[in-house]
C-alpha cells in the first residue's frame, strides 16, 4: 500500500493543522495505522496510533489532550488533529500501516510509510 501525506505547513505557537493521510487501497480492519514525527537531530518517534477496525486510539505522552488521531474508512483516510502546536512538535509527520490490528507503538512493527509532511512552529 501507498500512502500520501499532506496537511503540514508552518503554524504560530498555539495554532492547529489536520494532517491527512490517504492509503492507495482500502485497508484492512486487521491493520493500524499510526503516526510518527521526526524532528532534525532526532530519532523517529510515536505520535498517535489507531485501529483501523477501531477501538480507543493510542498517543504518546506528549501529545495527548492535544492530537487527535481519526479515520475516514470510506476513503481509506487516517487524519490527525493537532491543537495548541508548540515549538516541540516542529517536525517531519509521518503515516504508517502495520500488519497488526493492535494499534502499536513501536516503529519497527509499520512495514508501509508514507513520504512525511513538514510541521514547522514558529512566530
Known amino acids: 500500500v501507498q500512502l500520501q501525506a499532506s496537511g503540514g505547513g508552518l503554524v504560530q505557537p498555539g495554532g492547529a493543522l489536520r494532517l491527512s493521510c490517504s492509503a492507495s487501497r482500502r485497508i484492512a480492519s486487521t491493520n493500524a495505522l499510526a503516526w510518527f514525527r521526526q524532528a532534525p537531530g532526532k530519532e523517529r518517534e510515536f505520535v498517535a496510533a489507531?485501529?483501523?477496525?477501531?477501538?480507543?486510539?493510542r498517543y504518546a505522552d506528549s501529545v495527548k489532550g492535544r492530537f487527535t488521531i481519526s479515520r475516514d474508512t470510506a476513503k481509506n483516510t487516517v487524519y490527525l488533529q493537532m491543537n495548541s502546536l508548540g515549538f516541540e512538535d516542529t517536525a517531519i509527520y509521518y503515516c504508517?500501516?502495520?500488519?497488526?490490528?493492535?494499534?502499536?507503538?513501536?516503529?519497527?512493527?509499520?512495514?508501509?510509510w508514507g513520504q512525511g509532511t513538514q510541521v514547522t512552529v514558529s512566530s
Open positions: 504508517a500501516v502495520s500488519r497488526l490490528s493492535m494499534a502499536t507503538t513501536r516503529l519497527e512493527e509499520y512495514q508501509y
Open positions: 489507531l485501529s483501523w477496525r477501531g477501538g480507543s486510539p
